[in-house]
């Protein structure tokens, strides 16, 4: 049995709380358990805002059981070849919100991907080319076609697992950057640092969050 705690914190004061995972792994099959979005009321109160309960079998199909919302999400994946080139896909519908996603990834080799998402019944649809360069440094383009606007993600490993990464969304000039950090922790823990930067409101000081992790096994 594993179990994972976070805690969030944040600058702006409002970004601050606990989450909690727990999961066992009975035969082929995942469960887990999650309480995420925990938030602080006060210096010692915690308001338990979301309770999540998985079941999932890699590779197959996960369902997600939102206890708080009274939500169930299906998703089921699989993975083929077309003229040696394999393909992944998902077919992901959640309940309460009447919505249906399709995800489907074409892999070229170990370097290059091209990704598309749609929406069923819209026109929210997005294409993603992902460029890995002397597999380390991945570049990330993504046009989104009902909002006709382009984003850009770069991220480099360094440091023998750390991961900075940097986004850009054109359309409402956020650029963010996180820096995903295991290297001055233990082996079972990550610190991730981000900060985002509203480009259109000049350079100002950036919002803060930092969040860490600890994972533990029974």
């Given at each position: 049995m594993n179990a994972a705690v976070s805690f969030i914190g944040g600058t702006n004061g409002n970004k601050k709380g606990l989450s909690a995972t727990l999961a066992a792994n009975p035969g082929d099959l995942k469960l887990r358990a999650s309480l995420s979005d925990t938030n602080f009321s006060d210096g010692s109160t915690l308001n338990?805002?979301?309770?999540?309960?998985?079941v999932e079998k890699p590779g197959s199909f996960i369902i997600d059981f939102d206890i708080t919302k009274k939500d169930v999400q299906f998703q089921f994946m699989n993975t083929f070849k077309v003229e040696g080139k394999q393909i992944n896909w998902s077919y992901t519908h959640m309940r309460n919100d009447h919505r249906t996603v399709l995800d489907g990834t074409l892999v070229f080799d170990t370097a290059n991907k091209l990704s598309a998402r749609h929406e069923l019944g819209s026109f929210n649809c997005k294409l993603k080319y992902s460029y890995v360069h002397r597999g380390s440094t991945t570049f990330e383009p993504c046009y989104d076609l009902e909002k006709k606007s382009?984003?850009?993600?770069?991220?480099?490993?360094?440091?023998?697992?750390?991961?900075?990464?940097?986004?850009?969304e054109t359309l409402s000039q956020v650029l963010g950057v996180e820096w995903s950090c295991s290297s001055l922790v233990n082996e079972d823990g990550r610190v991730k640092v981000l900060a985002s930067f509203n480009l259109a409101e000049g350079f100002h000081t950036p919002k803060l969050s930092v969040q860490s992790m600890w994972n533990f096994q029974a």
């Open positions: 338990f805002d979301d309770l999540l309960l998985s382009w984003d850009l993600a770069v991220s480099r490993r360094i440091l023998g697992g750390d991961l900075i990464k940097a986004n850009y």
